[in-house]
């Protein structure tokens, strides 16, 4: 979670929801100056590290005024999950993925039999977890809980929000690339995909199919 207390302004973050951008905006507007890794204790501090994303159940509420989200098309979102952390593994999770030889499980699944077995996947690997969590779980399950929801695709508006909220001209950095290029995914594959995040269609969908929710 974000807490920007000079806005008084809240932003939930989710993994693959543009959270890294989020959160190197986030430090630029507190410190006036761009995040750069640094060393504590002997390892290297992400600007995840400042900004935590945890469960929607574990972060205590900041009081905010203003509360906001983002969200993604959750096929969208499993693809990038994909490329990004299974065909593209860091090093630093590589160790993580070896749990799954040691249970005869395919190492680099396919999308389709990754999102078949998924459930069995996130008990393993920690990242996977983490990162392949539906959106309810980090953003929670109540829409009314925000001001304002965003869908992924309307960073502009975002932009203009916070252009205005700041008094000055706020842009979101890209921070992340999905990784190497794959096939489209079956149609069967986006049907199991879809029926998996069925709570994140459900719980967020006008925000999905508007672009930006706004609390009335």
């Known amino acids: 979670m974000i807490f920007l207390p000079q806005y008084d302004l809240e932003i939930r973050t ?13 430090y630029l507007l507190e410190n006036g100056e761009e995040f750069k890794p640094f060393v504590v204790a002997g390892k290297e501090r992400s600007v995840h590290w400042c900004y935590q994303t ?11 005024s203003i509360r906001v989200a983002f969200v993604r098309d959750p096929v969208r979102r499993f693809t ?3 490329k990004n952390r299974v065909l593209h593994k860091r090093s630093s999770d590589v160790h993580q993925f070896e ?7 395919i190492v680099t699944p396919t999308p389709d039999y990754l999102i078949r077995n998924l459930d069995e996947y996130r008990k393993l690997v920690p990242t996977i977890d983490h990162h392949a969590a ?3 779980e980090f953003l929670g399950r109540d829409l009314s809980y925000y001001d304002y929801v965003f869908a ?4 502009p508006a975002f932009e203009a929000f916070m252009s205005e909220l700041a ?5 979101l950095p890209h921070q992340q690339v999905s990784g190497p290029k794959q096939g489209s995914m079956s149609w069967l594959t986006r049907r199991t995909v879809r029926r998996y995040y069925g709570e994140d269609f459900e719980v967020y969908g006008e925000a999905l199919s508007s672009g930006v929710w706004a609390r009335k």
Request: charged letters at 25%.
């Open 152 to 155: 992924a695709n309307s960073v």
């Open 80 to 82: 990038s999950f994909y």
């Open 99 to 105: 749990r799954l030889a040691n249970k005869q499980m």
């Open 54 to 64: 945890k469960p929607f159940d574990r972060q205590r509420s900041s009081r905010a």
């Open 134 to 136: 539906r959106q309810v």
């Open 167 to 171: 008094g000055h001209q706020v842009r």
């Open 14 to 26: 989710c993994p693959k929801v543009l959270s890294t951008s989020l959160k190197a905006m986030a």
